[in-house]
Nanobody, 119 residues
Framework: QVQLVESGGGLVQPGGSLRLSCAAS????????MGWYRQAPGKQRELVAA???????NYADSVKGRFTISRDNAKNTVYLQMNSLKPEDTAVYYC?????????????WGQGTQVNVSS
């Protein structure tokens, strides 16, 4: 079974940057899509960014131009570079893995990492 371990969350001031990392176990990483979801208190979980096995990317409108998802298949790791952070980006961020972007929600999930954007 695939295990996903997120890291890189923390407290940052508005306008600041953070880079989240998600390391995956197993040998199937480079054939699977990867994604980042987030869930803020009292809100539904939403897909923030996704990247296919071929490198195609999707972003939520709320993060376009600020967040960048990337993957390093040699390291079995996916990243989420978050710039120009806003208080509304505060949430628990989850890494997901699935056969394709459309099925990420039904794939494997990490334990989540907290991101707090506050002055």
């Amino acid at each position: 079974q695939v295990q996903l371990v997120e890291s890189g969350g923390g407290l940052v001031q508005p306008g600041g940057s953070l880079r989240l990392s998600c390391a995956a176990s197993g040998s199937i990483f480079n054939t699977y899509a990867m994604g980042w979801y987030r869930q803020a208190p009292g809100k539904q979980r939403e897909l923030v960014a996704a990247i296919s096995s071929g490198g195609s990317t999707n972003y939520a409108d709320s993060v376009k131009g600020r967040f960048t998802i990337s993957r390093d298949n040699a390291k079995n790791t996916v990243y989420l570079q978050m710039n120009s952070l806003k208080p509304e980006d505060t949430a628990v961020y989850y890494c997901t893995m699935g056969p394709n972007i459309a099925t990420l929600m039904f794939g494997s999930w990490g334990q989540g990492t907290q991101v707090n954007v506050s002055s």
